[in-house]
């Protein structure tokens, strides 16, 4: 013990502690956007960092010729690098009226000058900064591990998901696909708010076949918790006991999402499961059987990246020209959406029945697509504090819904024309579009491609009975109707509901293209 001891406090005398803290602010941001980001998103700016350190480190040694001294500069001037972008967003918040970045980079360069004067005059003893800084990476890589949706075999993660094991699928079974398009809005909401005649577009899906519900309502407001509901056919507030309404929890939220009773039904029958990168890892089936995502690093840098890099002193780099984030983000989202449409027609020649989950983060911020498909700058949209003023979202917004709807139409002629057997097509919009009173926010499109069963289809339905009546429809389930609820949650209390009525009393005349 003794021996395993001397070799513990020789190898904490070495002070290495720099290049650990190297890592440490990589891993922090990791950690703390861990739903949002996929894990392996943090290797380059982790190994650009690391190698930050290391330089930098050596360079201090060469310079002050000798080994504690540079080690805690290097760990000094690191921690004022790294902090600033993290305290300049906080000021930002908090003094929304007040110029005070010139006194900000001032204030870091005098506590650059004093970090010199500490740490040639008075360097710590390296012992405690490596364990400071060993103790700091392992809390980070805990978090950053326990945050990893698990995935690679076929489950459901809600307590009350309400799968049906007896299932049969027909002889020839049709493929599905499940579009969500992210905040788009029903017809009367577009023409209310925005004055945007959708009714050539809606005519158009009626022409091939598609029922549209002209009074649908999302169940939810938020896009996680109305998708998880949907592929998991209930309410949340059945699905599993942890959606409490003090509750602000989302790992069996997102893991729900993603190991749902839709898709745990169909793989069962022996469906292919495809889907697609959002950019956002909660919403995304990685372990899908067949998984879309654009080519790395095709813009250059990646959303984490960018991310990162406002949150240290290398956010001047935009000011100077050196890099445009937000162009690159642009790019991403461009790359991404495009992915989908590029991709329908590989989809529909697969010879294996199919079960396509395709979320299209579209017309959804940030707005990326002129109506043309002409690209845009989602900077154009917003103002110096990244929000979106109403008329620049009403512009940005309706420029994506006029792309859309253009490559929706495509994709839909091309899934029809290339499925031997009718296929199954779902188009829905998970909530409505931003800046809406709440009950509007509910408003959405709501379209189903269900040949053969059109008459069961009405004009409230609403998402949760989406596939119950798929299942029930085509492949001899039970589940029968829900009443069909909207409801509203507030952020960050998820799961605190309150009903939002249905008050649409129109007469739509829905009658189905077949």
Not at 62 to 79: D, E, V
């Amino acid at each position: 013990m003794s021996r395993w001891k001397q070799t513990l406090g020789r190898w904490l005398a070495v002070p290495w502690y720099p290049i650990v803290f190297g890592a440490y602010p990589v891993l922090a941001v990791m950690a703390v956007n861990i739903g949002q980001i996929k894990a392996e998103a943090g290797w380059r700016p982790l190994l650009v960092s690391v190698l930050f350190a290391v330089v930098l480190f050596a360079l201090l040694r060469l310079i002050l010729r000798a080994w504690n001294p540079a080690a805690f500069l290097s760990a000094l001037w690191m921690a004022l690098f790294f902090s600033y972008g993290h305290v300049y967003i906080t000021l930002t918040d908090k003094l929304t009226d007040v110029e005070f970045e010139s006194w900000l980079l001032i204030a870091w360069l005098v506590l650059s000058l004093l970090a010199i004067l500490w740490a040639v005059k008075r360097p710590p003893n390296p012992q405690a900064l490596n364990a400071i800084a060993l103790g700091l990476v392992v809390v980070s890589l805990w978090q950053i591990s326990s945050g990893v949706q698990k995935g690679g075999e076929r489950r459901v993660a809600a307590e009350n998901a309400p799968v049906q094991e007896n299932l049969t699928r027909p002889e020839n079974p049709p493929d599905v696909y499940y579009f969500i398009l992210d905040s788009y809005g029903r017809g009367d909401l577009l023409e209310e708010a925005y004055a945007y005649d959708n009714s050539a577009f809606l005519d158009a899906l009626r022409e091939r076949g598609f029922y549209v519900a002209e009074c649908s309502q999302s169940n939810y407001v938020r896009t996680e918790i109305s998708v998880a509901s949907s592929l998991n056919m209930s309410y949340l507030q059945d699905l599993d006991s942890s959606f409490t309404p003090d509750s602000i929890k989302r790992r069996i939220l997102w893991d729900s999402l993603k190991h749902n009773a839709a898709r745990y039904n169909l793989e069962t029958m022996g469906y292919k499961t495809i889907a697609f990168a959002t950019g956002f890892a909660w919403s995304e089936w990685d372990d899908a059987d067949v998984f879309y995502t654009p080519t790395p690093f095709s813009a250059g840098m990646t959303e984490f990246e960018t991310l990162f890099m406002r949150t240290t002193l290398a956010r001047y780099s935009q000011d100077l020209g050196w890099v445009d984030a937000d162009a690159i983000m642009g790019q991403n989202f461009r790359d991404r959406t495009l992915l989908v449409f590029d991709s329908m027609d590989d989809i529909a020649r697969m010879p294996e029945p199919t079960f396509a989950y395709i979320h299209v983060i579209s017309p959804h911020p940030p707005f990326v697509f002129g109506p043309n498909q002409e690209y845009t700058h989602p900077a154009d949209f917003w103002n110096e504090k990244r929000e979106y003023p109403a008329s620049s979202y009403a512009q940005g917004y309706q420029n994506q819904l006029s792309f859309l709807n253009k490559r929706i139409l495509a994709a839909m002629d091309t899934l029809l024309a290339e499925s031997g057997t009718p296929p199954i097509i779902v188009l829905q919009g998970d909530h409505g579009p931003w800046l809406q009173p709440k009950e509007k926010r509910m408003w959405i499109l709501n379209a189903y491609f269900l040949p053969g069963f059109e008459e069961k289809l009405y004009p409230d339905i609403s998402p949760v009975n989406t596939f119950r009546l798929i299942f029930d429809s085509y492949f001899g389930g039970t589940y029968g109707l829900l009443p069909d609820l909207s409801y509203f949650s507030p952020v960050p209390n998820l799961y605190d509901f309150s009903e939002v009525k249905n008050d649409c009393d129109r007469a739509p005349n829905n009658e189905s293209g077949n």
